[in-house]
């Protein structure tokens, strides 16, 4: 058996962590064949953005102040977590490398005075480096042979669009599963940094923020694995945040198409392409806890045999968005309004969250971030109004709250149940959409309204009876 498994970065940031970490692999590692990838140590990637923005205000002496910290960190954590005094000098020896490549990189970048996507992508990627160090070193003074790979290293190969970049599949396959291969016959367990490959010229690329979840799949798939389990800090994917509803559940299994609405709107942030390369290969794929290894957590599949049991599965909720009415008389029945209206916005690099017309055509409503809302309206008054928009009206602080579960499709009364326990909390609802598939159905509401709308639909649906 092949497996696939993945750190996030709060599961490898303490020296106690890491252990534990080396511990279970050791184990595991009698049953299946074993790879690791890891994200970075908690902070460490937002501490390697903050210094490239330092580096754009010119601000040296901040980088290097934040470089100190990321060095020290991992310095720590390195002395503590490993014990035998050889693995512990060869791993500060290493990591000592990538600490003098880090200062003169920093000093590379402030001389030029500029941070290009490339150079970002290439800084960003540091912390990857520094933990599958740690990680691999700890499995070797657990007793076991492993080696620390980059996602270059391993055979990641992508095109060239740094900051968001795609593999390049076929060759991918073919470069991951020969080092792979070789590393299992070896018996060697690979530890390989999530979140980076490099395109055809070997220039470092990343696939976004929380693109480690993808490179586990991406690897995952190349290599036929036969499990993929996340590791974080939470139990799976539940039936609501259970910060807003005490007796939220965790749910035991869900298809690939709910598990991807659970991402873009649940607590538990899963880059939104992780599922890709899963829904071809159909590989399960589990979201469990590394401080909570008992709990068997979600299982992510294709069967849809115990999910179609229940309507709806999930209730989640974004918060801080902004809603924008956009309005005009000259949008009824003149095609290419909408597609006027959106290039718009991709133009500015607006991300649109929620989009509906009524069916007069005289409207047209979006969601999108309340970060993003000035910079929509500017751009859409700018570029349309006067033409064919006449009026724009903005609602800032708002909620999406979705019910997600794929037995609501064809279910009759879903809605009505929906807005009547919406109606009985006295909540008021400004959108609505549903998309054919009837996966997923949406709302916005005032922010301040999120706690109760949450509540009111979890205890409709009887969330917490769910199994
Ligand atoms: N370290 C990267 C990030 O923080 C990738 C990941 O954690 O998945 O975004
Ligand atoms: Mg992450």
Redesign the pocket.
């Known amino acids: 058996m092949r497996l696939v498994i993945k750190y ?2 709060t599961s490898i940031s303490t020296a106690k962590d890491i252990q534990a970490v080396a511990k279970h692999i050791n184990t595991l590692s009698k049953k299946y064949q074993i790879l690791v990838v890891c ?2 140590t908690s902070k ?3 501490d390697l953005i903050e210094i490239s923005e330092s580096i754009k205000k010119e601000n040296k002496s901040k980088a290097e102040r934040l470089a100190s910290k990321i060095i020290n960190r991992h310095k720590q954590l390195a002395k503590q977590t490993i014990k035998k005094s050889d693995v512990r000098k060869k791993l500060l020896e290493k990591l000592d490398q990538d600490f003098t490549e880090l200062l003169a990189l920093i000093d590379g970048m402030v001389l030029l005075g500029e941070v290009t996507p490339r150079s970002m992508d290439y800084l ?1 990627s540091l ?2 480096r520094l933990s599958i160090k740690l990680v691999s070193s700890a499995i070797n003074d657990s007793g076991k042979k492993s080696i620390p790979l980059t996602g270059k290293e391993v055979g990641i190969v992508t095109d060239s669009k740094f900051g968001e970049s795609k593999p390049l599949l076929d060759t991918t396959r073919l470069r991951v599963s020969k080092t792979v291969d070789t590393l299992f016959l070896q018996k060697t367990i690979p530890v390989v940094g ?2 980076a490959g490099a395109d055809q010229h070997g220039h470092v690329t990343t696939f ?6 993808y490179s586990a799949t991406i690897i995952g798939s190349c290599i036929k694995a036969d499990e993929i389990w996340l590791m974080s800090d939470v139990d799976g994917l539940m039936t609501a945040d259970p910060k807003i509803v005490k007796n939220a559940k965790l749910l035991k299994e869900v298809s690939y198409v709910e598990a991807i609405e659970m991402a873009l709107f649940g607590a538990k942030q899963i ?1 939104p392409r992780t599922f890709e390369p899963l829904l071809t290969k159909k590989i399960p794929m589990k979201i469990r806890n590394s401080f909570n290894i008992k709990n068997e957590g979600t299982i992510v599949t294709t069967s849809t045999s115990l999910s179609a049991k229940n309507t709806v599965k999930c209730v989640s909720n974004v918060q801080n968005n902004g809603l924008i009415d956009i309005r005009g008389g000259s949008m009824v029945g003149t095609p290419g309004t909408a597609a006027k209206i959106f290039t718009t916005l991709a133009k500015a690099e607006i991300n649109v969250m929620m989009i509906s017309q009524n069916p007069s055509e005289s409207s047209i409503t979006i969601v999108v971030k309340n970060t993003d809302l000035d910079k929509a309206v500017s751009t859409l008054e700018i570029e349309l109004l006067g033409k064919i928009i006449k009026k724009l009206e903005v609602t800032t602080d708002v909620s999406i709250i979705a019910l997600i579960g794929s037995g609501m499709r064809g279910t009759v009364g879903v809605a009505s149940k929906v807005f009547g326990a919406i109606e009985k909390n006295k909540v008021n609802v400004s959108m609505i959409t549903q998309g054919s598939s009837e996966l997923n159905l949406a709302f916005v509401v005032k922010n301040s309204d999120t706690n109760t709308a949450v509540r009111a639909l979890h205890d409709a649906f009887a969330l917490d009876k769910i199994h």
Do not use: P
């Open positions: 996030g970065g994200s970075a460490t990637t937002d960003i912390g990857e999530g979140f976004g923020r929380g693109g480690s979840d880059h």
